[in-house]
């Protein structure tokens, strides 16, 4: 057989058995990855391009610091047509010192509905530079997500273009940020693996610059970090609640006791919390119509007459019921307790529970403003009781 074409390098003669069999292997290899859906092609999408679906208070094209940018203020950025479940995600930023929230969406169900990771340009050098969080019904949940595996120490240089990198593998990914060779963020995912839009997201306060856009799609690409593992659950964690459809925080106001005929026009679902304990009541429900609360509801059995220490954390306000009787009331919101304070969700709290023997109901009325909507509780140990089914 005789063969006188050029493949790229390979140029095969008459009579060149070595080659035959490097053309051949060259061409199973190329057949093989076009046949598994393995090939991997990065696709630069320029802000002008008809590609894009622009929404915000402020977008336009703009050169700037010699690169052609979308310059963006609150706003959302998607491609119309993506379909991305696993690849890499590339784009430049520049941004002034000033305070902003800015970077990049995938998966994305709707607006209300995706993950997210940004940077905060005037936390630079800081433990909370820069942020992943899952949205549920638009509630983006940093207050609930918070340190190792959420967000890195990094320090940026400002009016200047700074390349970012995410690479999401299955329920993992890691961030890239200056330095392609190390991640400064390895995340565990928390929404479910679905395929959705990608595009990039300016939130609020200083405007940002974006430029050269790209995203390669595929299946499941190698990591080389690995996200920190949940913490193991807790004996005494409250791994399954009721909770109920929203309703105004103004309703319990003056409510210091509740009956069964209080419950009677509510539903309720049963959700499981995350291995730490956390429950993201976003994921219940969203905010409308000023709707902001919920009651998250388990069943504790005394085997005799007792007080049960239980410690608790959430997000951002609470009114804790047991047996109908309010017996605490908390505000953990943002700001609320000093200037600085995030109101960040842990087991910051105890309530010392006067239970009764047989079934007690604990109901936790849970408020929301912004930042994360949750609630958790465990007890330091289950003597003398357990939970409800």
């Known amino acids: 057989m005789e063969l006188g074409h050029n493949f790229g390098y390979l140029n095969v003669k008459k009579g060149g058995t070595e080659s035959m069999k490097i053309v051949k292997l060259f ?37 700037y610091l010699g690169q052609k940018s979308l310059y963006m203020n609150q706003g959302l950025a998607l491609i119309k047509d993506s379909e991305f479940t696993d690849g890499i995600i590339e784009y430049d930023v520049a941004f002034s010192q000033k305070r902003g929230f800015f970077g990049a969406v995938w998966r994305l169900q709707d607006s209300a509905n995706y993950e997210k990771f940004y940077m905060r340009s005037h936390q630079s050098g800081n433990p909370d530079a820069n942020q992943y969080t899952p949205v549920f019904n638009h509630q983006s949940g940093w207050q609930l997500y918070y340190g190792e595996g959420y967000g890195a ?21 890691e961030v890239y940020i200056k330095n392609m060779d190390k991640p400064v963020l390895s995340a565990r995912l928390l929404r479910n693996t679905k395929a959705g839009k990608i595009g990039l997201i300016h939130e609020r306060f200083a ?45 319990l ?12 026009n509510l539903t309720w679902e049963k959700y499981a919390a995350e291995p730490t304990g956390l429950l993201d009541l976003a994921r219940a429900n969203a905010i409308e ?50 200037y600085r304070y995030l109101g960040t969700i842990s087991f910051f709290d105890q309530l010392y529970l006067p239970l009764k023997k047989g079934e007690n109901e604990l109901i936790m009325a849970v408020s929301e403003s912004f930042g994360g909507w949750g609630v958790q509780a465990r007890f330091n140990d289950m003597k003398e009781i357990a939970f409800g089914k």
């Open 27 to 63: 061409l199973i290899g190329v057949f093989s990855i076009i046949l598994t859906g393995n090939v991997s092609l990065a696709e630069t999408i320029p802000f002008d391009s008809d590609k894009w679906e622009i929404k915000a208070k402020e977008s336009k094209i703009v050169d």
């Open 153 to 173: 120490a990094v320090k940026y240089a400002f009016d200047e273009w700074i390349h970012v990198k995410i690479v999401v593998s299955g329920q993992n990914a």
């Open 207 to 251: 405007p940002v610059h974006f430029a050269n856009f790209s995203f390669t799609p595929k299946s499941n690409p190698p990591l080389i970090g690995k996200p920190k593992a949940p913490a193991k659950t807790s004996s005494g964690t409250v791994i399954t609640w009721s909770v109920s459809d929203a309703f105004k925080e103004e309703a």
């Open 253 to 264: 106001s003056g409510k210091f006791r509740f009956s069964e005929s209080d419950w009677k």
């Open 289 to 338: 119509d000023g709707k902001n609360t919920v009651f998250a509801k388990t069943t504790v059995i005394a085997e005799k007459e007792h007080i049960k220490p239980l410690k608790f954390g959430f997000s951002d306000r609470i009114k804790i019921y047991l047996n109908g009787r309010l017996i605490y009331g908390g505000n953990n919101t943002y700001r609320t307790r000093d």
